[in-house]
């Protein structure tokens, strides 16, 4: 079983966090990440978990269009950037399919390195905007299979 956190992609600025919605930068983030996912088959999903917030759940929306998937969209509970990471692990644990995870900084990077490391802090894994990390449960342990960004491609 694998997981995938993905920080969401660039988005307007704006007074109301929430709402700020995606830039034309961030959908091109979008479509290049999505290509490059799709060609190769490496994120298989059913589910895009998203926070509440417009930016996280367009990314999840656009992704999975782009890698061209029937992934249902699920809001979820702590995913927000300043969420307890601790909160998702343990609902990570209980699952048994894959499923992505559309968030924020640091809050990704600080439930990467609690599931990966044991400990949230130190963090020892940044996501830039629409970065994906995905990590794999093996006999009860999570290790890294890779991680990604725009930059890289």
Same mark, same amino acid.
């Given at each position: ?53 417009? @930016?996280?759940? $367009? ?5 999975? #269009?782009? =890698?061209?998937?029937?992934? /249902?969209? %699920?809001?979820?509970? &702590?995913? @927000?950037?300043? $969420? ?5 692990? #343990?609902? =990570?644990?209980?699952?048994? /399919?894959? %499923?992505?995870?559309? &968030? ?50």
């Amino acid at each position: 079983m694998q997981i995938y956190l993905i920080r969401h992609a660039q988005a307007e600025a704006g007074e109301d966090d929430a709402a700020r919605p995606l830039s034309k930068r961030g959908r091109g983030q979008i479509r290049q990440m999505g290509r490059f996912l799709r060609k190769n088959g490496a994120l298989a999903t059913a589910e895009f978990w998203h926070s509440p917030l417009v @930016r996280a759940r $367009d990314t999840a929306m656009l992704l999975g #269009k782009q =890698l061209k998937v029937r992934a /249902r969209l %699920v809001q979820v509970a &702590g995913l @927000r950037y300043s $969420d307890n990471p601790a909160i998702m692990a #343990k609902r =990570l644990g209980k699952i048994r /399919r894959s %499923v992505a995870l559309v &968030g924020h900084e640091p809050h990704l990077g600080a439930l990467a390195s609690l599931l990966v490391a044991g400990t949230a802090q130190p963090t020892r894994f940044e996501l830039k905007k629409c970065a994906v990390v995905a990590l794999e449960r093996v006999e009860g342990r999570w290790l890294v299979r890779w991680q990604v960004s725009p930059e890289m491609i």
